[in-house]
């Protein structure tokens, strides 16, 4: 199981917004950049956020990232269709000494 | 803009090696900024670090996987490739490669469709 965990479902109306956690400790998420994919229905992952809350080009600015201690945030605003998804957060473990992905979350547009 | 395609058996006998290649286009593998690495993801599961490598440079691994698995670069070829050893059936995954920045955060991006790789006899 991993060291970061995600509730398993998240879900809202088309437009409202959605946040998830990633809740980890002192050995990845304190003291490390957080980064946040998206997993579409068959598709690879896709980075949606890296270095806690920084967007690649071309990724819409209603995906916006968080750190706060031992845990981070993912936030959708504006939730679409298109939106419904897996997300994983992800990390450096210093103590494991290795890449960590979150437990993932799920994403329904109601 | 930069794409990665993995390709290699999709059916590995258990106690055999898995053997992959990504090849990198629409970019070198040679940049300097970033390493290359391989995720694997079991089915309905999140996805796990395998191991990255840099071009001029030794791999670095998962603990859990740093016994069975070696990677190695064609610079010419503009590949990179995996082998992980006395494989199992837990070993039955989608392997994806991709580009990994490695500096002050670590990040993968972008990432290949990934490949089935399925551990039986």
């Known amino acids: 199981q991993s060291v970061l965990t995600q509730p398993p479902s998240e879900s809202a109306a088309p437009g409202q917004k959605v946040t998830i956690s990633c809740s980890g400790g002192?050995?990845?998420?304190?003291?490390?950049?957080v980064s946040w994919y998206q997993q579409l229905p068959g598709a690879a992952p896709k980075l949606l956020i890296y270095?806690?809350?920084e967007r690649p080009s071309g990724v819409p600015a209603r995906f916006s990232g968080s750190k706060s201690g031992t845990s981070a945030t993912l936030a959708i605003t504006g939730l679409q269709t298109g939106d419904e998804a897996d997300y994983y957060c992800g990390t450096w473990d210093d103590s494991l000494n290795a890449y960590v992905f979150g437990t993932g979350t799920m994403v329904t547009v109601l | 803009q930069l794409q990665l395609q993995e390709s290699g058996p999709g059916l590995v006998k258990p106690s055999e090696t898995l053997y992959l290649t990504c090849t990198v286009s629409?970019?070198?593998?040679?940049?300097?900024?970033?390493?290359w690495g391989w995720i694997r993801q079991p089915p309905g599961t999140g996805p796990e670090w395998i191991g990255s490598?840099?071009?001029?440079?030794?791999?670095f691994f998962n603990p859990t996987l740093s016994s069975r698995a070696t990677m190695s670069v064609d610079t010419a070829k503009n590949q990179f490739s995996l082998r992980l050893s006395s494989v199992t059936a837990t070993d039955t995954a989608v392997y994806h490669c991709a580009r990994h920045y490695s500096g002050r955060s670590n990040w993968f991006d972008p990432w290949g469709q990934g490949t089935l790789v399925t551990v039986s006899s």
């Open positions: 270095e806690n809350d």
């Open positions: 490598i840099y071009y001029s440079a030794g791999a």
């Open positions: 002192s050995s990845n998420i304190e003291n490390n950049f």
């Open positions: 629409g970019g070198s593998i040679s940049d300097n900024t970033y390493y």
